[in-house]
């Protein structure tokens, strides 16, 4: 548990931990490919070094001394079959584009992971992947964790997917990686497309047009060198808390901006906030700024449609930042909230209701009626990192005192959040 109270202003310079989506990447593909890899700015959250425990299982050798990750791959295939279930923890990604590799391997596995993960659905990579040949099953029928998952022979095929997800379109491009013929997955909007850029980076054959991403099979990966951004979901806490609380200044240095990921910043603009990029720059095939934000007076905006993809996971904090913007914000089309690591509709409405807002949950987000004061309040975070950190920043804003139970589950994904923020923040 932690408590916080309204800030004065928060002031300085950071640099947030490496995107969580990237890391999991660089290990996964690191592994299956031929020779070293060698990462710099990795995420050393839990859900991260569960993929590395993962791959480990399957016989890669991964040095982690905090600052430097070697993967040394094996190539694709050059995996072991594991002795024991692969332990994803909280971790969705691990869970779903691990399924997509080991459905081309010629060995059986099975996929597990904390209670929160063995309730989200599985069905939406179990379908496609079938199509392709594999054997793919939910071992309590409920089509959720634990997979079993017997590897073997798999064909291309064209995936039409019913939901923007890049955890399913990276599940089918990696099993295409193993396919015989050529492999596509068509989106209903563009999921982030770290995947594509850093397979083709790793020399496999990947083409992209509008939502669909085509795969080639590989005869190989080879090893690179990967610079790791830092996770704009991670900055996003920070962008919302310099802007809400006046008087503030921050500059977030090193922020991946990649368009498939940078939603947020394209809603800040929208609500009038004081947001800057300085410093553009490209680390491997992933664009990069320096994010400078100011405390600013917002409005009301609408957030929706092919938007959303773009900042699913900051939906939360941009939730909060809305309770200090004048007028009605409305977020829909954004239903996957309810299948991420909490019912993530539910946790915003019933907290933000908490702090006395004036939210409203619908079928498929909320909406919230701000520009009035919030109160402190008892927030439960339903061991739901992303949750925390929102309302961490609601804490900041807020009049009184806040506390936050389960807060150590921040470690998912920026195990020293709090310290962090706690070093930016001038009190009363
Ligand atoms: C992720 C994709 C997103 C996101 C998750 C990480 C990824 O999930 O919410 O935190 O690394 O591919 P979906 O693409 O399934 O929405």
Request: aromatic residues 4%; glycine residues 10%; contains cysteine.
């Amino acid at each position: 548990m932690i408590t916080l109270r309204k800030a004065r202003a928060l002031k300085g310079e950071l640099t947030v931990p490496g995107d969580k989506s990237i890391s999991h990447r660089s290990v996964m593909f690191g592994s299956i490919a031929r020779g070293t890899t060698e990462i710099t700015g990795f995420l050393q959250g839990a859900d991260c070094l569960s993929t590395i425990s993962c791959f480990a299982k399957m016989g890669i050798p991964v040095e982690n001394d905090g600052s430097r990750v070697i993967v040394r791959g094996r190539g694709l295939r050059g995996l072991r079959q594991p002795e024991e279930p692969l332990d994803c923890g909280n971790s969705g990604t691990t869970v779903r584009l691990l399924s997509g590799i080991l459905s081309g391997q010629s060995f059986s596995s099975v996929l597990t992971g904390d209670a929160s993960i063995r309730r989200r659905p599985m069905k939406r990579i179990i379908d496609p992947l079938t199509l392709m040949g594999a054997d793919v099953e939910s071992i309590p029928g409920t089509g959720c964790a634990p997979l079993q998952i017997h590897g073997g022979a798999l064909h291309g095929i064209h995936y039409q997917s019913p939901v923007a997800s890049a955890q399913v379109k990276s599940a089918v491009l990696l099993a295409g990686l193993y396919s015989e013929g050529q492999t596509a997955v068509t989106e209903p909007a563009l999921s982030r497309n770290h995947t594509e850029l850093m397979l083709r980076y790793f020399g496999a054959q990947v083409d992209s047009h509008d939502t669909t991403a085509v795969i080639r099979p590989a005869d190989e990966l080879y090893g690179q060198k990967i610079s790791v951004p830092g996770d704009i979901s991670s900055a996003a806490y920070f962008i919302a808390a310099g802007l809400m609380i006046p008087g503030s200044e921050l500059l977030i240095k090193n922020v991946g901006i990649n368009p498939t990921r940078d939603g947020i910043i394209r809603v800040c603009r929208m609500m009038g906030a004081d947001i800057t990029l300085l410093n553009e720059n490209h680390e491997n095939a992933e664009p990069t700024a320096d994010i400078l934000v100011r405390g600013s007076d917002m409005k009301a905006t609408v957030i929706e449609g092919k938007l959303i993809p773009t900042l699913i996971d900051e939906l939360p904090v941009i939730a909060v930042m809305a309770c200090a913007a004048e007028g009605e914000t409305i977020i829909r089309d954004a239903a996957e909230l309810k299948i991420k690591e909490s019912n993530r509709i539910q946790a915003i409405a019933e907290n933000l209701t908490a702090m006395g807002a004036d939210v409203t949950e619908t079928e498929d987000g909320l909406i919230i009626r701000g520009g009035r004061p919030l109160h402190g309040a008892s927030i439960q975070c339903h061991m739901d990192h992303r949750i925390a950190m929102s309302f961490a920043v609601a804490a900041l804003w807020a009049e009184g005192e806040t506390t936050i139970t389960d807060s150590d589950c921040v470690s998912i994904s920026y195990p020293d959040f709090f310290r962090e923020l706690g070093q930016l923040t001038e009190s009363y």
